[in-house]
């Protein structure tokens, strides 16, 4: 018998993904802030097999999520990010998003790989 998937829900990279109404995706890596968390994920329905295709990073907090937008000018490090309203800043089980605001966040490596099903929520809502 064939389990039933629950659309929306995050699922490890160990787990078949999960289709929403137009997209699956999966999480690849989690951090968390008091102000929220930052969540790559990688779309799982797309067509094409290069290393960055389907990967997105997504800003969540307790009431919206938003993508962050990769900054094609100054492209990508080897332990951070660049993105058009941040820049990420990778060290081991840390990571430091850095607004173009001034503000800092300082985020911590979270394992296993799930959020909170309000958060959860608002992704499936922000990817639909």
Known sequence: MKKSCISGRIITSHQQPIHSMSLAYEVMR??????????????????????????EWLWVTNRSVSSLRPSRMEGEIRLGQSFREAHLQLCDQHAELSWLNGDRLTLEARQPLTLPPEQRQLIHNHLS
């Open 30 to 55: 989690l951090f968390a802030s008091p102000q929220g968390h930052l969540v790559e994920i990688k779309l799982t329905d797309q067509m094409t097999d290069t290393p960055d295709s389907g990967h």
